[in-house]
């Protein structure tokens, strides 16, 4: 089971702002590791959408952004497209598991 | 543009080894910088790191997989691969090939990912 946990589901109507928590434990994103996005498009590879808790990659729209608080993160979406509907994971560091975690993943339904 | 592709049987036997190869193109492995990583994801579930390794030979693996896990490269041929040993149902999955983590160490994300390939273990 993973240590990061999130929403089974969110969802939105198209031009809605829409968020995803992401809630670790001092061991992981309490401890200050980076927290990174992914978002997984029906059927295909999962693609980094933001690292270092909130930067974007080249060719990412500003639409998409991430922040961090204590043991938790999020990952927004404003004006929420229908390309938009897809899982969206968390990912961070360890300590005691001494290993790469991933959350539990986020369906984003645009209604 | 770095793109990665996983190769290999698509059915295993419990009890019998999954052998999955990572091809690599768009950079060398060899070069350093990235540890190249295997993670998997179990049918409607969410993802699970592996483990990875670096161009020089270094490993690290998920201590819940450790001890059935070994992961290699070819750097002649710019591979790397995944042996899971004794495997069963609960290893059928999609198992993706991935650049990362980088140079942030603990901090690091996976940059680059293959399209991920199915192994089913079955009879």
């Known amino acids: 089971q993973s240590v990061l946990t999130q929403p089974p589901s969110v969802s939105g109507a198209p031009g809605q702002r829409v968020t995803i928590s992401c809630t670790g434990s001092?061991?992981?994103?309490?401890?200050?590791?980076?927290v990174h996005w992914y978002q997984q498009l029906l059927g295909t590879a999962p693609k980094l959408l933001i690292y270092?808790?909130?930067n974007r990659p080249s060719g990412v729209p500003d639409r998409f952004s991430g922040s961090t608080s204590g043991t938790s993160a999020s990952l927004a979406i404003t004006g929420l497209q229908a390309e938009d509907e897809a899982d969206y994971y968390c990912?961070?560091?360890?300590?005691?598991?001494?290993?790469?975690?991933f959350g539990t993943g986020t369906k984003v339904t645009v209604l | 543009q770095v793109q990665l592709q996983e190769s290999g049987p698509g059915l295993v036997k419990p009890s019998q080894t999954l052998s999955l190869t990572c091809t690599v193109s768009?950079?060398?492995?060899?070069?350093?910088?990235?540890?190249w990583s295997w993670i998997r994801q179990h049918p409607g579930k969410g993802l699970e790191w592996i483990g990875h390794?670096?161009?020089?030979?270094?490993?690290n693996y998920n201590p819940s997989l450790k001890s059935l896990v070994t992961i290699s490269l070819d750097t002649s041929k710019n591979q790397f691969s995944l042996k899971l040993r004794s495997v069963t149902a609960a290893d059928t999955a999609v198992y993706y090939c991935?650049?990362?983590?980088?140079?942030?160490?603990?901090?690091?994300?996976?940059?680059?990912w293959g399209q991920g390939t199915l192994v089913t273990v079955s009879p």
């Open positions: 991935a650049r990362g983590p980088g140079r942030d160490g603990y901090n690091s994300r996976f940059d680059d």
């Open positions: 001092s061991s992981n994103i309490g401890a200050g590791y980076d």
């Open positions: 990912q961070s560091y360890d300590s005691s598991l001494r290993g790469y975690v």
């Open positions: 390794i670096y161009f020089s030979g270094s490993t």
């Open positions: 270092g808790n909130s």
């Open positions: 768009g950079a060398s492995i060899s070069r350093g910088g990235y540890y």
